[in-house]
């Protein structure tokens, strides 16, 4: 009978080994080489998913083997815990926030705990707790103090059912995500982080991250978006009296100009407005659409004509007619823009539907009169239709219209970035508290440091919609600091992405009594290796740029980027099965579903039959959809629980490791798993077969343990683990070739090593087993003979007329006349010659031989 590993009872055993030991506690006073690794920590949404495992899989895999090769190393897990989703189950569940919060940390780090990861538990911290978010109150009023926070009115997305502003992502076809109610835009007092003081920097600084996706980079550097323009004002014609100034990034096509459009609240619409009624109306329905930049791409360009019109810069008598439009805003550079429909996809639909001019200023040679349809040229030329601009290449004639302009004083070249400041001012109670007080005499005062955390009220209920900080009897109701008068606490909370621009330098340096200890932070920052998914390549990773290069402009550390190795791997995909719903008559009538025909199922909810899917334990035929990724819509989710259950923690890792590049995307499938249970089961019975007294030497093993050992240490460093995979199934697949020996006893140990930063608590049974020192979570990784990675035998092939008809193995070297007489006895070749004498015989060295005859 087969030696059958038991994964069960190893997982808890080595768990609670590594536990009592303490073994991946960072010491901040070691002197060894340090390493951070680190995974974006994830939302408590109460359960673990595949893609968590995979995501933390590859951290670990690399803080394992960097703990192995001799350093200090820092591995960290907390929980992104403010936000909408704990308040919406608190509305749903009728339980608090907090309470909802905690128990499913509780049940999350239970599960990761069951998969073995080597992670510093003593570090843990939760964003919701005041030990964290009241440090984050003292760098907001750090900041404050320092010029870079500051509050304005700022047009917001109102949901005036559930009373609360809501973020574009929220917003919905123009209506609220959970009340379905029309989003109105109305003007807030909101609070504002300083980031474009940085979008220099932070442009220029993704220069310096090449260890970081080309791919993040770009979006980063798009979303930042430096560009080069004109602004200048258009002149009104009477009896309009007031300038309508606009930025253009591209001037040299203003020769191809045909309206200007201006944002609902823009001063010359309100303007309009006052007198008219058809006005008033379209502008209220302005405030019904989308404010996120690709909402205004892809809904319907509305405009009204206000009958005023404007003097273009380069000929008084050319007017161009004034529209208020839905898809321009007035936070957006000036809130007006200048319309050229040859040139702009957004402008030419516009155009066309309110039967504008078109006119092509820039076109390739040859294509001068060729028409624009229905899609706007954006490509490079020369200019045409242009006047004084005709055959200047694009950037020339940029460079010739913001040279006239400023020669003549109606308009100046200017830099201007996409970048807006960082709108952190939240209408909600799950956050941490904005620590400023709002006194009628004095303004706004900052919460004296001595008083943090400021910190939420327990005693709130969600019964009725909106902020229940505002309507708390006490909570909001203080003395001001400053002149002791009855003041208010500013109700609304940060944006969790504040929460998460910081937490890898609080896993770095916990004081009690302050966010952290600059010197204890720059002995592990920069982050050495940081992995999460691509989602977050703009907004988490630059709020968190930003936020260290505001510590850093403040003097409270010393560098400014946080994150000096970033890789971003691809999701967990799975099958997706569906039936149709069955249909429901009703008197005789047949009533479509209110969710639609199409029921998914869950891979538990299926069984295969006869190379066919049916529901489980019924007859009905199931419909296998696209592999996609693991959404709970689709019920195309796998439950880690179930398969540790299962297989245990370290088939699972395996299979998270094994089967595809860890950047694309890998399919869930139970052959997979299947076919990384039985490698554990290998390794366990090769375990079994160190043969402590076995004698002489492999030569040839010894080779391919010690290239192993060198390219999986290679692969992991450039997080290739698939290829690191592959390395040990091929050391595998010649250890059980080989006869015993000392050199086959001293492969099956070093295997041991080579296996464990991926399959733990299966190289920690077979370390014990095998009857080595301490811990294999504590062993040094595997040396490397250099002589060993040098091949000294290489393969002939031996060919007659060209065609291969047998090989040799000789010694690196092996002289021609030698290699010829071997050749010659080769027994395919032999067999071809049929006793021919071969005419002529070609030697390659250490290559081939071909016989010519």
């Known amino acids: 009978m087969q030696r059958r590993f038991n994964p069960l009872e190893a997982d808890a055993r080595w768990q609670a080994v590594w536990d009592e030991k303490q073994s991946f506690k960072a010491d901040d006073a070691s002197t060894k080489p340090r390493s951070y690794v680190l995974e974006m920590f994830p939302y408590p949404s109460g359960r673990i998913h595949i893609g968590h495992v995979r995501n933390y899989s590859m951290g670990d895999v690399l803080a394992r083997f960097r703990r192995m090769t001799g350093h200090e190393v820092l591995h960290p897990m907390g929980w992104d815990a403010f936000g909408m989703p704990a308040e919406n189950a608190a509305m749903e569940k009728k339980v608090h926030p907090g309470e909802w919060t905690r128990s499913n940390i509780a049940n999350m780090r239970a599960q990761l705990k069951k998969l073995g990861f080597a992670i510093d538990w003593s570090r843990e911290l939760a964003t919701c707790e005041p030990d964290y978010y009241g440090h984050e109150q003292a760098l907001f009023l750090d900041m404050l103090e320092s010029g870079l926070v500051y509050r304005k009115e700022s047009q917001v997305n109102w949901d005036p059912v559930d009373m609360t502003v809501l973020a574009n992502e929220q917003v919905i076809d123009g209506r609220g995500w959970r009340s379905g109610a029309l989003v109105e835009k109305r003007k807030l007092n909101q609070w504002f982080l300083k980031i474009t003081q940085f979008a220099d920097d932070l442009l220029e600084g993704l220069n310096t991250l090449d260890q970081w996706p080309d791919k993040v980079r770009l979006m980063q550097e798009n979303w930042i978006g430096k560009s080069v323009g004109l602004q200048f004002s258009f002149k009104p014609v009477a009896p309009f009296d007031s300038e309508i100034e606009v930025y253009s990034t591209r001037p040299d096509t203003i020769f191809g100009a ?8 823009h001063p ?10 058809d006005a008033v109306a379209f502008i209220e329905k302005c405030k019904e659409g989308g404010t996120t930049a690709a909402e205004l791409e892809t809904a319907e360009k509305l405009g009204f004509d206000t009958g005023l019109t404007v003097a273009h810069p380069f000929d008084p008598e050319w007017h161009l007619p004034v529209f208020i439009a839905n898809f321009v805003l007035m936070d957006y550079g000036t809130g007006a823009v200048m319309g050229v429909p040859a040139h702009d996809q957004r402008d030419l639909d516009f155009a066309r539907k309110y039967m504008l001019p078109v006119e092509r200023v820039v076109a390739l040679d040859g294509e001068a009169d060729k028409p624009i349809h229905d899609e706007a040229y954006t490509g490079p030329g020369h200019l045409v239709n242009s006047r004084f601009l005709d055959g200047m290449a694009v950037e020339a004639a940029k460079a010739a219209v913001i040279a006239r302009a400023e020669g003549e004083g109606w308009g100046a070249g200017k830099t ?50 909106g902020n229940p900080l505002d309507r708390h009897p006490t909570w909001k109701h203080v003395d001001c600091p400053t002149c002791g008068k009855a003041a208010r606490r500013e109700t609304d909370t940060l944006d969790t992405f504040a929460d998460s621009s910081w937490y890898f330098i609080r896993f770095a340096s916990q004081p009690d009594d302050k966010p952290f200890d600059r010197a204890t932070v720059e002995q592990w920052l920069p982050v050495g290796q940081y992995i999460g998914g691509v989602e977050h390549a703009i907004l988490h990773l630059l709020y968190a740029r930003f936020w260290t290069r505001a510590l850093q402009h403040m003097g409270q550390l010393g560098f400014a980027e946080p994150f000096t190795g970033l890789f971003t791997q691809g999701m967990v995909t799975h099958e997706t099965y569906k039936i149709e719903k069955p249909k429901m008559v009703v008197d005789g009538v047949e009533i479509t579903p209110v969710n639609g025909t199409t029921q998914f199922l869950s891979p538990a909810e299926i069984e295969r039959r006869d190379g ?10 199931v419909e296998v959809g696209r592999v996609e990724k693991m959404s709970k819509s689709k019920k195309n989710v796998v439950d880690p629980d179930d398969i540790i259950e299962q297989y245990g923690a370290d088939a699972v890792r395996w299979f998270m490791l094994s089967d595809s590049p860890p950047e694309r995307d890998l399919p869930w499938t139970e052959a997979g798993i299947e076919g990384s249970w039985r490698f554990v089961n290998r390794v366990w019975r090769l375990f079994g077969e160190a043969d402590a007294a076995a004698e002489g030497q492999d030569k040839a093993l010894d080779r391919k343990l010690h290239q192993t050992i060198d390219g999986v240490s290679k692969d992991i460093e450039a997080l290739g683990f698939n290829k690191a995979v592959a390395k ?28 464990a930063p991926m399959t733990p608590h299966l190289a920690e049974e077979g370390w014990a087993e095998m009857a080595q020192p301490g811990l294999i979570a504590e062993a040094a990784w595997p040396a490397v003979d250099p002589a060993l990675l040098v091949e000294d035998e290489v393969t002939i092939a031996c060919q007659v007329m060209g065609k291969l008809r047998d090989t040799i193995t000789v010694p690196k070297g092996t002289p021609k006349d030698e290699l010829e007489k071997l050749a010659l006895a080769a027994p395919n070749v032999v067999r071809t010659l049929d006793g021919a004498t071969p005419k002529k015989v070609i030697v390659v060295p250490d290559r081939l031989v071909n016989l010519v005859i």
């Open 258 to 265: 045909s309206f200007v459009a201006i944002a609902a609240d």
């Open 268 to 277: 010359v619409a309100q303007a309009v407005a006052a007198n008219n009624p």
């Open 416 to 465: 201007v970035f996409r970048l807006r400041d960082w709108g952190v001012s939240r209408q909600r109670y799950w956050g941490t508290p904005i620590p400023v007080i709002h006194c009628d005499d004095c303004g706004v005062v900052g919460v004296p440091k001595d008083q943090l955390p400021v910190t939420l009220p327990e005693d709130v209920t969600f019964d009725i919609p």
């Open 612 to 621: 066919k899917v049916y529901t489980l334990g019924g007859g009905i035929e």
């Open 728 to 755: 040990i199934y091929e050391l595998v697949n010649a250890i059980e070739k080989a006869k015993p020996s000392a050199s086959r006893t001293a492969a099956i140990r070093a295997l041991a090593l080579l296996v």
